[in-house]
Nanobody, 116 residues
């Protein structure tokens, strides 16, 4: 069992930055792929960024060049640095842990609102 808690969301103007954190407890996540997802009202949840146990990353095309996912194994934490934010980035952001091929453990989410 893994517990995940997101933090760092808030209200920011277009062009601004936010840094989200996902703190894991219950077990180490150093051996797992971790992902950041987002969901806006009336829309499907989408994968924003993922990072493997070896540090490899991938990003949704809409955020490439603006968002950076990273991890700190010593702190059992994953981060999402969001720069050059746009109003269309407004959503609830969730972190998740991929276990045996599926994202099985999810945080409660943190709201990100970008004003124009």
């Amino acid at each position: 069992q893994v517990q995940l808690v997101e933090s760092g969301g808030g209200l920011v103007q277009a062009g601004g930055s936010l840094r989200l954190s996902c703190a894991a407890s219950g077990r180490t996540i150093s051996g797992n792929t971790m992902g950041w997802f987002r969901q806006a009202p009336g829309k499907q949840r989408e994968l924003v960024a993922a990072i493997s146990s070896g540090g490899g990353t991938n990003y949704a095309g809409s955020v490439k060049g603006r968002f950076t996912i990273s991890r700190d194994s010593a702190k059992n934490t994953v981060f999402l640095q969001m720069d050059s934010l746009k109003p269309e980035d407004t959503a609830v952001y969730y972190c998740a842990a991929r276990i045996v091929g599926s994202y099985k453990y999810w945080g409660q989410g943190t709201q990100v609102t970008v004003s124009s």
